[in-house]
Protein backbone atom coordinates (compact mmCIF):
# COMPACT_ATOMS: atom_id res chain seq x y z
CA UNK A 1 0.00 0.00 0.00
CA UNK A 2 1.06 3.53 -0.41
CA UNK A 3 -0.14 7.06 0.93
CA UNK A 4 0.31 10.38 -0.06
CA UNK A 5 0.68 12.42 2.97
CA UNK A 6 0.03 16.45 1.53
CA UNK A 7 0.97 19.27 4.18
CA UNK A 8 1.27 23.54 3.80
CA UNK A 9 -2.20 24.93 2.89
CA UNK A 10 -3.64 27.77 4.39
CA UNK A 11 -5.13 31.40 4.17
CA UNK A 12 -3.23 33.95 2.70
CA UNK A 13 -3.91 37.31 1.00
CA UNK A 14 -3.50 38.30 -2.44
CA UNK A 15 0.25 38.67 -3.38
CA UNK A 16 1.79 36.24 -0.63
CA UNK A 17 2.94 33.16 -0.63
CA UNK A 18 2.92 29.06 0.50
CA UNK A 19 4.80 26.19 -0.04
CA UNK A 20 2.49 22.85 -0.24
CA UNK A 21 4.56 19.04 0.00
CA UNK A 22 3.39 16.14 -0.74
CA UNK A 23 5.22 12.79 0.74
CA UNK A 24 5.13 9.31 -0.65
CA UNK A 25 5.32 6.42 1.51
CA UNK A 26 4.83 2.45 1.61
CA UNK A 27 5.44 -0.38 -0.63
CA UNK A 28 7.46 1.75 -3.29
CA UNK A 29 9.86 1.25 -6.06
CA UNK A 30 10.26 4.38 -8.33
CA UNK A 31 8.10 7.32 -8.58
CA UNK A 32 7.52 8.28 -12.03
CA UNK A 33 5.62 11.62 -12.53
CA UNK A 34 4.07 13.22 -9.68
CA UNK A 35 1.80 16.21 -10.08
CA UNK A 36 -0.62 19.16 -8.74
CA UNK A 37 -3.99 19.45 -9.44
CA UNK A 38 -6.84 21.22 -7.99
CA UNK A 39 -10.21 22.15 -7.66
CA UNK A 40 -12.45 24.79 -6.68
CA UNK A 41 -15.85 25.09 -5.89
CA UNK A 42 -18.31 24.20 -8.69
CA UNK A 43 -15.60 23.50 -11.16
CA UNK A 44 -13.63 20.27 -12.54
CA UNK A 45 -10.04 19.51 -11.37
CA UNK A 46 -7.58 20.20 -13.59
CA UNK A 47 -3.86 19.90 -13.23
CA UNK A 48 -1.55 22.54 -11.88
CA UNK A 49 1.96 21.16 -12.67
CA UNK A 50 3.64 17.94 -13.15
CA UNK A 51 7.52 16.81 -12.90
CA UNK A 52 8.83 13.54 -13.81
CA UNK A 53 11.37 11.64 -11.92
CA UNK A 54 14.14 13.59 -14.47
CA UNK A 55 12.66 16.87 -13.30
CA UNK A 56 10.85 17.84 -16.70
CA UNK A 57 8.60 20.41 -16.33
CA UNK A 58 4.48 20.87 -17.04
CA UNK A 59 2.59 24.08 -15.71
CA UNK A 60 -0.96 25.16 -16.51
CA UNK A 61 -1.23 28.67 -18.56
CA UNK A 62 -2.81 30.19 -15.71
CA UNK A 63 0.55 29.74 -13.17
CA UNK A 64 3.29 29.82 -15.38
CA UNK A 65 6.10 32.36 -13.98
CA UNK A 66 4.10 31.84 -10.54
CA UNK A 67 4.63 28.67 -9.38
CA UNK A 68 7.47 26.10 -9.63
CA UNK A 69 7.18 22.29 -8.97
CA UNK A 70 10.31 20.49 -7.62
CA UNK A 71 10.90 16.98 -5.85
CA UNK A 72 13.08 15.61 -3.94
CA UNK A 73 13.67 11.74 -5.48
CA UNK A 74 15.36 10.43 -2.55
CA UNK A 75 12.49 11.58 -0.38
CA UNK A 76 9.80 10.41 -2.65
CA UNK A 77 8.03 14.08 -1.95
CA UNK A 78 6.59 16.72 -4.40
CA UNK A 79 7.07 20.24 -3.80
CA UNK A 80 4.72 23.21 -4.74
CA UNK A 81 6.16 26.59 -4.57
CA UNK A 82 2.95 29.03 -4.96
CA UNK A 83 4.10 33.24 -5.60
CA UNK A 84 1.88 36.16 -6.50
CA UNK A 85 -1.22 33.92 -5.52
CA UNK A 86 -4.73 35.71 -6.27
CA UNK A 87 -8.29 34.80 -5.56
CA UNK A 88 -8.56 32.52 -8.33
CA UNK A 89 -5.91 30.60 -7.29
CA UNK A 90 -8.31 29.19 -4.44
CA UNK A 91 -8.84 25.48 -4.08
CA UNK A 92 -8.27 22.33 -2.65
CA UNK A 93 -4.88 20.92 -3.60
CA UNK A 94 -4.13 17.51 -4.55
CA UNK A 95 -1.29 15.65 -4.76
CA UNK A 96 -0.59 12.77 -7.22
CA UNK A 97 1.64 10.14 -8.04
CA UNK A 98 2.74 7.11 -10.67
CA UNK A 99 3.90 5.02 -8.38
CA UNK A 100 5.55 1.77 -9.10
CA UNK A 101 5.26 -0.89 -6.46
CA UNK A 102 7.46 -3.50 -5.27
CA UNK A 103 5.23 -5.79 -7.21
CA UNK A 104 6.56 -3.84 -9.87
CA UNK A 105 2.80 -2.74 -11.30
CA UNK A 106 2.61 0.78 -11.53
CA UNK A 107 -0.66 2.48 -10.07
CA UNK A 108 -2.18 6.00 -9.42
CA UNK A 109 -2.74 7.65 -5.97
CA UNK A 110 -4.11 10.62 -4.67
CA UNK A 111 -3.57 12.92 -1.79
CA UNK A 112 -6.27 13.30 0.66
CA UNK A 113 -6.08 17.20 -0.56
CA UNK A 114 -5.14 20.73 1.21
CA UNK A 115 -7.43 24.22 0.86
CA UNK A 116 -5.57 26.66 -0.17
CA UNK A 117 -7.31 29.90 0.04
CA UNK A 118 -6.21 33.68 -1.06
CA UNK A 119 -8.16 36.44 0.35
CA UNK A 120 -8.31 40.00 -2.06
Known amino acids: QVQLSESGGGLVQAGESLTLSCAASGNILSVNVMDWYRQAPGKQRELVAA???????NYADSVKGRFTISRDNAKNTVYLQMNSLKPEDTAVYYC??????????????WGQGTQVTVSS
Open 96 to 109: HARVVSTTRLQYHY
Open 51 to 57: ITSADST
